[in-house]
């Protein structure tokens, strides 16, 4: 590659950074609002209370620069480890269906006094657990922020996201496959890989986040296409429920 083809390359994942960034600040002003006379219901304290939700084979721990951030402001938060994730005991032979994978969340959901409202943000396969929660606890939930995670529908399932991925993100390098049920079926579990991460997913982190990870990282169960579709299926009343939000966001802030 050339040094134009890199330095273009570079100013593209710049640009993208950036995007991301205003992303994340406009998602904060929804989060603060300063009118109180929008329709939108708002708490009447500011501080929020925030629950981080992980990707694919990451766990609690790959919030620990957000999570200081949240509460200097004076928020409340809570990362999670889904099962089998982070520093959760059990084994990828504990869960399973994928509702034993997002169960810590659903737990952590159910828990909560019903007068209490949280902000939900999962990132990649944490979009499962927050599309699983949207569906059950909508009641306790006051913004779910998808940060580059996947989101399931009425006409999109959970099986057609995951062959786009794999279709997006190209050459799986060395990333590890483990074949449970034997080298003629379908993958059991997948442990991405350290050439996987720096090529892929970490290209824009300091060297030290990328070696966490390669520290910290866990397989992640691969459930059938007939699990995922059965137990991670946003309905059509729900989808109504968040073409409103949308809507009412556009309308504050246009």
């Not at 708490?43 to 084979?57: E, I, N, P, R, T």
């Not at 949280?118 to 998808?146: D, Q, T, Y």
Request: with cysteine; charged share 20%; hydrophobic share 40%.
């Amino acid at each position: 590659m050339s040094t134009l083809e890199q330095e273009t390359k570079k100013m593209k994942e710049r640009k993208k950074l950036l995007v991301f960034i205003y992303v994340l600040i406009f998602l904060f002003q929804v989060v603060n609002p300063t009118n109180s006379e929008r329709p939108w219901p708002q708490a009447k304290a500011k501080s929020k209370h925030f629950v981080l939700v992980h990707g694919a084979c990451h766990g609690a721990w790959s919030w620990y620069r957000v999570v200081p951030l949240l509460r200097s402001l004076g928020h409340t938060v809570t990362a999670l480890d889904l099962a089998a994730s982070g520093i959760d005991p059990r084994q990828l032979n504990d869960i399973p269906s994928v509702s034993d994978y997002i169960g810590p969340l659903s737990d952590f959901m159910a828990a909560l006094p019903r007068h209490q409202k949280v902000v939900l943000v999962g990132h990649s396969l944490g979009g499962w657990a927050l599309s699983r929660a949207m569906e059950r606890f909508s009641e306790k939930i006051s913004v779910a922020i998808f940060v580059t995670a996947g989101t399931p529908g009425p006409t999109l399932n959970i099986s057609t996201l995951e062959q786009e991925w794999i279709k997006r993100f190209g050459p799986q390098l060395d990333n590890h496959y483990t074949y449970g049920d034997g080298p003629n079926k379908p993958p059991t579990a997948l442990l991405l890989g350290p050439l996987f991460l720096a090529a892929r997913l970490y290209q824009l982190s300091p060297i030290e986040d990328l070696t966490l990870a390669t520290t910290l990282l866990r397989p992640r169960r691969l459930y059938s296409d007939k699990d995922l579709s059965k137990e991670l299926m946003l309905t059509n009343e729900n989808m109504v429920r968040l073409t409103e939000f949308l809507s009412w966001l556009v309308k504050i802030n246009c």
